[in-house]
């Protein structure tokens, strides 16, 4: 049965620090289209545009943070940065970390089937949540918000960049013969949404599976997927 029809989300609001104006605007962002597919009859709606919504606000504060904090680095490097602390992989750590699986409204499919703690979703999510605080209250508590959570998540307030397929490349390679080798498997969405699941091989053994907006997103996921499988991660 799923969980979350109503309610008004005290102890979320607490761990977040954040006490919505509008709740219904934190309802929609924790409404997965599932959930909404399934309670279209009585107006409910999914949290895809506040999503929408959230990445645009994240990407923008994420490319000022750190324009600002480091003043000599390339574009190519700025762009890695930005990709290691708003992928996939990183938001839905960050959601798991304030609770929200807990917290989502989803359809009995998805209930079911995990989708509680399911990446994308939790990721998606989390920037559902950004666009529902900027609506609610504007650039400065988004920003907040986005800075206790994105910037300072890692002990000390500090972060470092973590390229899987890279750490993974160098272990594979110390093993004369062994070819390591991405294939997606599966891309769903339109052409301007779309979602893809990659998996990794070492020769044709399968060794890990990653999901994604983008290939690469989704190579870096199975990649990190089988480090910790290797107990490399």
Not at 114 to 132: C, N, P, Q, T
Not at 133 to 139: K, W
Not at 176 to 202: N, Q
Request: with cysteine.
């Amino acid at each position: 049965m799923s969980k979350k029809t109503t309610g008004n989300y005290e102890k979320f609001q607490n761990t977040i620090g954040y006490t919505f104006k509008n709740i219904s605007l934190l309802e929609r962002a924790l409404t997965h289209s599932s959930y909404a597919n399934e309670n279209r009859a009585s107006g409910v709606q999914d949290n895809e545009r506040f999503e929408f919504l959230g990445d645009s606000v994240l990407g923008m504060n994420t490319a000022l943070y750190l324009f600002n904090k480091y003043p000599d680095e390339p574009e190519g490097e700025l762009t890695k940065m930005r990709s290691s602390l708003v992928c996939t992989g990183s938001l839905c750590e960050r959601a798991r970390a304030i609770g929200l699986g807990a917290e989502l409204r989803l359809g009995h499919g998805e209930e079911s089937g995990g989708g509680r703690d399911r990446d994308s979703i939790l990721a998606d999510a989390f920037e559902a949540v950004i666009g529902a605080i900027y609506l609610d209250s504007g650039e400065e508590s988004a920003r907040a918000f986005i800075k206790q959570f994105v910037f300072e998540f890692e002990k000390g307030g500090e972060w470092s960049i973590t390229d899987y397929k890279t750490t993974l490349q160098e272990i594979v390679q110390k093993n004369r013969g062994e070819k390591l080798s991405y294939r997606v498997i599966e891309s769903t969405g339109p052409d301007h949404e779309r979602s893809f699941t990659v998996e990794v091989m070492i020769n044709s053994n399968h060794i890990g599976t990653g999901y994604g907006h983008s290939k690469k997103e989704a190579e870096q996921m199975a990649a990190h997927e089988a480090l910790k499988l290797m107990g490399m991660e």
